[in-house]
């Protein structure tokens, strides 16, 4: 036998698929076809094993989708007499339900609002708006940008100004800092969504009962359409005592309400170069002790050289190889024991003040149990998704921090687009992460587009540089400031740039039109031959793209 029905609920040809998926090894069942596009289930059934109602109330058993009527060759369309139980949804299920409370997670709520869709927010941890506004993007950046004004006021690059030394008031500096924190937090996240009826927002920690249902405080929710934008969190390195002793790390340290007279930071990445620089400049003896052999790991030796030689200079105690194997505390003093991985011999370092932990951030994906949906993470925790940011199971996607993808805020917010727009059926979207910019916010700042040259090489992409230092470029020399560089990598065969590296004072402003050189396939040599303000940093693009073929001595002034 033969049953066509109708059924409402799918959005996409993942949700055919699952409806398919449902018959599997079912008794009775021959065969079983069903389609997104016409919105109809096709079976071939043996009567005598199983009836079409058993057929029905299979569909039922998941809330997204429901059967709404019969087609025969009698009666296309002829209503089902069924309960209204079944054309129905429970007031718990929702058409998506978002896990986190962040960029990613607000970029796709907001986003399937638009389309019309029922939308559950869930969070715990951080108050809503994550990471970035509450202890990332937004208290760090304000920060370090105080530091500046700290900084510039105390020294200038020209001998005729004559400078002083700022007072300031530490507690207000980070009273403001938390006030800026509370206000954006409202305005960009809470009353963003307060009036959208579409978006329930409620404050709990999820656990997975199975993949289309989450429990929060003994409450289910459930849902055929889940997104994860969990975030990440500091990882805490496996150190003996690390437990035990008060430390710091980025969701503490904007609470503090005395200036530290010294801080050891631990990590030499991206958020402790930062951190260090702007306690530093603020007038706190600083101390970063590093695992490898050098800061900002992740990027190429003359990057990490450059930075490390201003930082230095600046006064910050920089310790590389420097394996941390014990820490204690006595009385008010924080004691750390370790070995030095070059020389092999052990080191001890007493820190009256604090100690920040910045050794990098690990995804937050235990405590819901996963496991009981079958989604699969990588070795670090991360949930792997592909462009469409779909997880390996149907109806599941994940977004941010918490997958395999990179870590920035504009990113988990791109990110999250995707997902929601897979995920109501409406769009075959992709996160597409062609010339992504990246900005390391010391002073000079690292900045980046695209891959380098050891990226290239891995990919077996025939590559070049060419190097520009800011004392070449005019910009530079009028502001007496010419720390730091300009590099730009290129395929010789093709002459597309590759990507973009940057030391430079404000270096940050420069790697966007890079980006977009690299995504929409301006050569380097377009960018020599076009116009750039005079006395503009970005004019040392031209320059560094010019270096290709010609030393930048035989230019004159405006780069011909």
């Known amino acids: 036998m033969v049953v066509k029905y109708k059924i409402k609920g799918m959005t996409c040809n993942d949700c055919a698929r699952h409806i398919e998926k449902l018959f599997d090894n079912k008794d009775g069942i021959i065969n079983r076809k069903v389609s997104f596009t016409e919105g109809i289930g096709e079976f071939t059934y043996d009567p005598d094993k199983i ?81 970035c506004v509450n202890v990332g993007c937004v208290p760090s950046k304000n920060l370090i940008r105080i530091a500046d004004d700290v900084h510039r006021a105390s020294e200038s690059h020209f001998e005729g100004v004559i400078t002083h030394k700022p007072e300031f008031n530490f507690q207000r500096l980070l009273d403001d800092n938390r006030l800026l924190v ?49 975030g990440a969190s500091t990882n805490i390195p496996s150190i003996k005592g690390i437990e035990k002793v008060p430390y710091l790390t980025n969701k503490t340290l904007f609470q503090l309400k005395e200036q530290p007279q010294s801080i050891t930071i631990l990590g030499a990445g991206y958020i402790g170069l930062e951190i260090a620089m702007a306690f530093n400049r603020l007038g706190t003896k600083v101390t970063i002790l590093e695992f490898t052999d050098r ?21 910050i105690n920089l310790l590389p190889n420097h394996r941390i194997e014990e820490i204690t505390q006595q009385k008010n003093v924080f004691i750390l024991k370790g070995t030095n991985r070059v020389t092999g011999k052990s080191f001890t370092i007493n820190e009256e003040g604090k100690i920040f932990v910045a050794t990098g951030i690990k995804a937050n994906t235990s405590s819901m149990e996963l496991e009981k949906t079958g989604i699969r993470l990588n070795k670090n925790g991360n949930i792997i998704v592909n462009e469409r940011q779909e997880t390996n199971i149907p109806g599941i996607y994940a977004a941010g921090d918490c997958t395999n993808t990179p870590a920035f805020v504009y990113t988990a917010a791109a990110e999250g687009k995707t997902a929601a727009l897979n995920a109501i059926g409406e769009n075959n979207a992709k996160t597409d992460y062609t010339g992504l910019p990246w900005v390391v916010f010391t002073d000079p700042q690292v900045a980046g587009a695209g891959i380098d040259e050891i990226q290239a090489e891995k990919k077996e992409i025939p590559y070049e540089t060419a190097i520009i230092k800011l004392s070449d470029v005019p910009r530079s020399i009028a502001a007496n400031d010419t720390r730091g560089f300009i590099k730009l990598i290129r395929n010789p065969n093709t002459d597309a740039l590759l990507g973009i590296r940057v030391v430079a004072p404000e270096g940050g402003e420069i790697v966007m039109q890079a980006s977009l050189a690299i995504k929409y396939g301006i050569s380097v040599t377009d960018l020599a031959n076009s116009l750039f303000p005079y006395l503009t940093l970005s004019e040392g693009i031209k320059l560094a793209a010019i270096t290709f073929h010609k030393s930048v001595n035989e230019l004159s002034c405006c780069a011909v």
């Open 51 to 131: 009836q079409k109602t058993e057929i029905i109330k299979t569909i039922h058993t998941t809330p997204h989708y429901r059967v709404i009527s019969e087609i025969d060759n009698k009666k296309e369309n002829q209503d089902i007499e069924e309960s209204n139980e079944i054309n129905s949804k429970p007031a718990n299920y929702y058409d998506i339900i978002i896990i986190g409370g962040g960029s990613a997670a607000f970029s796709a709520a907001i986003t399937a609002q638009e389309k019309g869709k029922k939308i559950l927010i869930v969070n715990a941890g951080l108050p809503i708006g994550g990471t």
């Open 182 to 230: 509370k206000t954006l937090r409202q305005k960009k996240y809470i009353d963003v969504i307060k009036n959208k009826k579409e978006i329930t927002q409620i404050t709990g920690w999820a656990v997975f009962i199975n993949k289309n249902t989450i429990e929060i405080e003994g409450k289910q929710y459930i849902s055929s359409r889940f997104i994860l934008a969990t």
């Open 295 to 315: 800061v900002l790991r992740t990027q190429t030796e003359d990057i990490s050289n450059e930075i490390t030689k201003y930082m230095k200079k600046e006064g």
